[in-house]
């Protein structure tokens, strides 16, 4: 399974863009990218995914590292709403099985 | 009700008790899921099913036992717990069988605590 890593935190101010990164050193060529966030409280959502290009939707946009090694999850303009742990995961098959292989998160702060 | 729907929100039980927790899905999807979330801890995969079937057990112990009778309804039958079971416990269901792109829609949890 791919492992990924994640700063434990991060900040920022409201209306401001947030980067959020994502190191995946040991994905492998056909292994996902996906970002799930969760809000107190609550279960997980969705927010994106990708392979190699770089994906846009209503929520965010995810910019893959040519190399796959990486991503970043980027928030055009934080809202007080987007407070959240944010979770880079891959999704893989192991050989007998497929599944998504979430990391420990980044808790995203946003202040006024 | 829509979306993922799990019961009971909250639960207490002592090391030699006998719970269920039920998860039921509005969407229509194939495929459902248990997830362990532990404080400091990734989400950790415990089962899938594919249209009823098990099709994934991530080496959890056996006092744990999953059911899911039919596709919109998948339970988690509890029997001596340890304290170190305590956790969220999270369930999620996807359209299809659980492919790259399947995007996987999850429940509230249930917060449970093994005393």
């Known amino acids: 399974d791919a492992k990924t890593t994640q700063p434990n935190s991060m900040e920022s101010n409201e209306e401001e863009p947030v980067h959020l990164p994502c190191n995946h050193s040991?994905?492998?060529?056909?292994?996902?990218i996906h970002w799930y966030r969760q809000l107190p409280s609550q279960g997980p959502e969705y927010v994106i995914h990708?392979?190699?290009s770089n994906v846009n939707n209503r929520m965010a946009s995810l910019a893959i590292a040519e190399d796959r090694k990486s991503s970043t999850l980027i928030l055009h303009r934080a809202t007080l709403r987007d407070a959240a742990v944010y979770y880079c995961?891959?999704?893989?098959?192991?050989?007998?099985?497929?599944?998504?292989?979430f990391g420990t998160g980044t808790r995203l702060q946003v202040t006024l | 009700e829509t979306g993922v729907t799990q019961t009971p929100r909250h639960l207490v039980m002592g090391m030699t008790n006998k719970k269920s927790l039920k998860c039921e899905q509005h969407?229509?999807?194939?495929?459902m899921y248990w997830y362990k979330q532990s404080a400091k801890k990734p989400l950790e995969l415990m089962f899938v099913?594919?249209?009823?079937?098990?099709?994934e057990n991530n080496s959890v112990p056996s006092r744990f036992s999953p059911e899911c009778p039919n596709s919109s309804h998948l339970f988690l039958h509890l029997h001596t717990l340890q304290p170190e079971d305590s956790a969220l416990y999270l369930c999620?269901?996807?359209?299809?069988?659980?492919?790259?792109?399947?995007?996987?829609?999850f429940g509230p949890g249930t917060r449970l605590t093994v005393l």
């Open positions: 999620a269901s996807s359209p299809g069988v659980g492919g790259a792109e399947d995007t996987q829609y």
């Open positions: 040991t994905i492998s060529g056909t292994d996902y």
């Open positions: 995961s891959t999704w893989g098959n192991t050989g007998t099985a497929s599944k998504l292989t």
């Open positions: 990708g392979l190699t």
């Open positions: 969407l229509g999807h194939n495929a």
């Open positions: 099913y594919n249209f009823k079937e098990q099709t």
